[in-house]
């Protein structure tokens, strides 16, 4: 099941680390970044004001080169890969363990992960654990029955027809409310189905293959396996006409429709709405969130017009790919060619045993996360990025009640604003109640299908009860941070608060520019393009007087112009599509390092390796974004990923402020002989001329 979520915690640091990971030995040892500048890092022969990321990274980049089953290989790999070397031991060990008492989440987290671990039985089985489900789908003879088993499966995890779910109104947010939108699509976005271009065009000869070999494996001939594969991509390419882009995604206010399920019903008929609640468990769904009424309508009318027979198809093959890497090893690798290869440009699956890891953790995230933090949680840690939070917002504040666009009542909002952030530190005060969902040692899909199952109906039962505002959207593992503009909270998982980002031995400066960063990124989500359209209860509601907002609007254009301008590949990264991103990294460093200022009036530091503190604030945040990259994966990415690429995220927000320029200047360091210094002129890759540099806060 998709969730829709158009404006929920999608608000993240980076891309989640699912399909990234390692079976290589890299410097995971957090001991080697403690107070040091990591020059062996630094290529020295790069020149600083050409391109700041490659003289802080060049040697790293070099000797890291990306393992051959990884799309990419940087900071947040490295640290990952630490992370799931822990995991690896709990799990091996509740995994070993036969006599785990029923129900604990030992048993749990230690079944699923022997279910993954167990390829004779996986291989011996193939594709049978999923023959109960493609029955129900041969057995669909009518409109009710075509939709009964739509509704099963979106139930049970394959992403058929669109995408439904529970989730805050974004327009009163104490209450959850049914939201339905565009889903059932394979390829990462319409302009997949839809656009000319060589590599589109490619990409859906791949597909293609991709869909006869699955039907191939359901017993087909090749002949009939390749006509379904058509058919399959045909339907996906009508839906797709109807659907929106990524960018017009970004428009919250567009997808905001909220009516009376009549309303609803009446513009899709032939989508038999009863049955689909019925099956959903929903017992009284009146009122409806439509993120995109066209396609709705689209898909009533396809639902007509395309055979029953050609929906059964399309239904078999969604099954089949959407658990094809939870089954055989042909299976899994059919998907990982596709996946993996075409997509991403990887060479080689992971080892099972980190597929199961990372697996295990992606599928019962909150369980593993009670052994992880059992074990590995630092007081230490919480209570320094508790402190630097604090000191961030302060910062923030200081910036607000400088800027000379905003008028006084719109800043003064805008600090209550984020006086009412709430913070989430390391892992819930509260975990989510498992009792009710079994995991047994049967086979791994079956258990994907119960998980899948019981998250649905945990959500389908905060239909009409308070929102619980304890709730996390992330496990405390992953290397990852959000904010969420519905709870206007700022989350922090226990995983990144290590190194690169933060170490408490480190020296303030370094924590600054990583974590502190990553925590002022994270207050910005609050008000980039879209955080800036939700007020301090997180309700969709306009506080901005009108002046205010249109000088923000313009201000966030020169923002869009740079980072139109950056290319991979001959490939233009989409300012529009990365603008709430690219605020928040600007907006994050500048306030991070307002806040290392204030710091240094208290606790001075001194010059390390030839570096001033302000000059170590900036190398921890090129550090943080260091990375190799595969050219497929990257190509997705910049059609997908919200995030701009890397290198971009590194020096893209540094060209823009005068602190930067400032911090490494002959003058500002001519007192100081030791300090490594040069100036950043025109022509320089770093510099940019006042006239198109952007300044927001
Ligand atoms: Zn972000």
């Given at each position: 099941m998709k969730k829709v979520n158009f404006y929920g915690p999608a608000i993240c640091l980076t891309l989640g680390l699912a399909m990234l990971g390692t079976s290589c030995k890299h410097?995971?040892?957090?001991?080697?970044?403690?107070?040091?500048?990591?020059?062996?890092?630094?290529?020295?022969?790069?020149?600083p004001q050409q391109d700041f990321y490659q003289y802080v990274n060049g040697s790293w980049l070099k000797n890291n080169p990306i393992p051959a089953s990884e799309a990419a290989w940087g900071s947040f790999n490295v640290l990952n890969d630490s992370i799931v070397a822990r995991l690896r031991k709990l799990l091996e060990t509740a995994g070993a363990n036969?006599?785990?008492?029923?129900?604990?989440t030992e048993q749990k987290v230690g079944d699923l992960f022997f279910c993954m671990m167990d390829s004779v039985d996986l291989n011996k089985n193939g594709i049978t654990p999923l023959n109960d489900e493609l029955g129900k789908i041969n057995a669909i003879s009518d409109n009710k029955s075509l939709w009964a088993e739509a509704a099963r499966l979106m139930k049970i995890g394959p992403d058929v027809m669109f995408g439904a779910g529970v989730e805050?109104?974004?327009?009163?947010?104490?209450k959850e409310v049914f939201t339905i939108g565009q889903g059932g699509m394979t390829?990462?976005?319409k302009d997949y189905y839809i656009e000319d271009a060589p590599m589109y065009k490619m990409l859906r000869g791949k597909f293609l293959e991709y869909a006869t070999n699955i039907f191939v494996q359901m017993g087909e001939s090749a002949d009939a396996a390749a006509k379904d594969a058509q058919k399959v991509l045909d339907i996906e390419t009508q839906m797709a006409h109807s659907s929106m882009s990524r960018i017009e995604q970004r428009d919250i206010t567009a997808q905001?429709?909220?009516?009376?399920m009549t309303e609803l019903a009446k513009v899709t008929p032939n989508i038999d709405w009863a049955t689909i609640y019925d099956v959903f468990g929903?017992?009284?769904?009146?009122t409806v969130i439509v993120a995109q009424p066209l396609f709705m309508k689209e898909l009533s009318d396809m639902t007509k017009s395309v055979s029953m027979d050609d929906w059964k198809t399309y239904m078999r093959f969604h099954l089949v790919s959407s658990e094809a890497s939870k089954l055989s090893d042909t299976l899994s690798k059919i998907s990982f060619n596709f996946?993996?290869?075409?997509?991403?440009?990887?060479?080689e699956q992971q080892p099972r045993w980190k597929r199961s890891v990372e697996g295990t953790s992606r599928s019962l995230g909150d369980l593993l996360g009670q052994l992880y933090v059992a074990k590995y949680f630092s007081p230490e840690a919480k209570a320094k990025v508790n402190e630097m939070v604090t000191n961030v917002i302060a910062a923030y504040k200081q910036r607000i009640n400088q800027?000379?666009?905003?008028s006084p009542e719109t800043k003064k909002y805008a600090i209550a604003k984020l006086d009412k952030i709430t913070l989430k530190l390391c892992y819930p005060d509260k975990w989510k109640d498992f009792s009710a969902l079994e995991i047994k040692r049967d086979a791994w899909v079956l258990n994907s299908f119960r998980i899948n199952e019981f998250e649905f109906n945990f959500d389908m039962n905060k239909?009409?009860?308070?929102?619980?505002?304890?709730?996390?959207?992330?496990?405390?593992?992953?290397?990852n941070a959000y904010y969420n503009p519905s709870m206007n909270e700022i989350v922090f998982p226990a995983?990144?608060?290590?190194p690169p980002f933060f170490d408490?031995?480190?020296d303030d400066a370094m924590n600054y520019g990583g974590m502190g960063a990553v925590i002022g990124h994270e207050l910005t989500h609050g008000f980039d393009d879209e955080g800036c359209?939700?007020?301090?209860?997180?309700?969709?509601?306009k506080w901005w007087t009108n002046q205010d907002s249109a000088q923000f609007h313009n201000k966030l254009q020169v923002l869009i112009k740079q980072f139109n301008g950056y290319t991979v590949d001959s490939m233009n990264v989409k300012g529009e599509l990365t603008i709430g991103e690219n605020t928040a990294d600007f907006g994050g460093l500048t306030i991070a390092y307002t806040a290392l200022q204030n710091d240094l009036k208290e606790h001075p530091e001194g010059v390390v390796d030839g570096f001033t503190p302000e000059q170590r604030f900036f190398i921890a945040w090129a550090q943080a974004w260091r990375e190799n990259i595969r050219p497929n994966y990257q190509r997705q990415l910049i059609n997908?990923?919200?995030?701009?690429p890397t290198i971009f995220r590194a020096n893209g927000p540094l060209s823009n402020m005068p602190e930067f320029y400032k911090a490494f200047s002959v003058s500002s360091n001519?007192?100081?002989?030791e300090v490594k210094s040069f100036e950043i002129k025109p022509?320089?890759?770093?510099y940019r001329a006042d006239s198109v540099r952007a300044s927001i806060w």
């Open positions: 410097e995971t040892d957090a001991e080697k970044y403690k107070g040091e500048v990591g020059l062996v890092n630094f290529d020295t022969t790069a020149k036969k006599q785990a008492a029923a129900g604990s805050q109104d974004a327009k009163i947010s104490s390829l990462p976005s905001y429709n909220k009516m009376p929903a017992k009284s769904i009146d996946w993996g290869k075409t997509f991403q440009g990887i060479k800027v000379a666009w905003m239909l009409g009860k308070p929102v619980d505002r304890t709730e996390w959207g992330m496990s405390p593992q992953t290397v995983a990144i608060m290590q408490p031995n480190r359209q939700f007020d301090a209860e997180g309700n969709m509601h997908t990923n919200p995030h701009s001519e007192h100081n002989p022509g320089d890759g770093m």
